[in-house]
């Protein structure tokens, strides 16, 4: 995503839940704990659907209403690293992952500014190799995680893609389109098949995000100085 459509200075907030479906694949979260919420992205527990196993984001750290399962925890430390792919790129980290059941249909990070392309944000990466590795333009009974609270353009795709269920981490005030500025899920007339979930990881996805743009704010200083101190010694000689 670029700069306007994932600035971090306004990343704050509660949860945002958008239920206009009800017939999504799998069930909502509900207020539950457990001990072992980050137990590691695989760490040989995968195979097994840990649905029930909820945590509270009061119990996590994070004030925040939702829960999350343990599975969906993991999913989105999968699209963490996703993020990261498109931080080593220089790009702004946003990473996806669709997933059927268990298993990793496909991945995306976002990276619009090397593809030259508008609409390579990692949702719509994530889905276009997901609907190519199922050939099917239609992806129901999948599931996608990403980073941040889905764009207009990426909900338009999630809702023609028929996805059963969205979970983001990080709410974007300047272009969220499930509830931050639009929700687009919530009028049925556009979508009954998705259900939407906002806040897993928030703050982790939030931070790998402003520190993002912080690093970038460096850099640009930096050159910046630099650029006065050569012409400052220009002007010496
Ligand atoms: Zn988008």
Redesign the pocket.
């Known amino acids: ?1 670029s700069e306007p ?1 994932a600035n971090p200075a306004a990343f704050a907030g509660s949860s945002v839940s958008s239920d206009a479906s009800g017939s999504a694949a799998h069930e909502e979260p509900t207020p539950h704990t457990s001990h072992d919420v980050l137990a590691g992205i695989d760490g040989g527990e995968s195979a097994v659907p840990r649905g029930h196993d909820l945590v509270s984001h009061e119990e996590s750290g994070e004030a925040m209403p939702a829960a999350f399962s343990e599975r969906d925890l993991r999913f989105m430390k999968l699209a963490q690293a996703a993020a990261e792919q498109a931080r080593a790129a220089g790009e702004v980290p946003v990473g996806a992952v669709l997933v059927r059941g268990d298993e990793v249909i496909a991945t995306g990070f976002n990276h619009p500014i090397a593809a030259h392309d508008p609409s390579a ?1 990692a ?2 990466v994530a889905l276009r190799a997901a609907a190519q590795a199922l050939e099917n333009y239609r992806l129901p009974g999948c599931e996608l995680y990403v980073t941040l609270e ?2 207009l ?2 909900a338009g795709a999630i809702m023609h893609a028929r996805i059963a269920r969205v979970v983001f981490g990080a709410r974007d005030p300047k272009t969220g389109a499930c509830g931050s500025v639009v929700d687009a899920f919530a009028d049925p007339q556009l979508n009954h098949h998705t259900t939407v979930v906002g806040g897993a990881l928030e703050s982790e996805c939030s931070a790998a995000l402003k520190s993002f743009f912080a690093d970038r704010r460096r850099a640009v200083r930096a050159a910046r100085d630099a650029a006065r101190g050569a012409a400052g010694s220009d002007e010496l000689r």
């Open positions: 995503m459509c944000h949702e719509m889905p764009c353009m990426c």
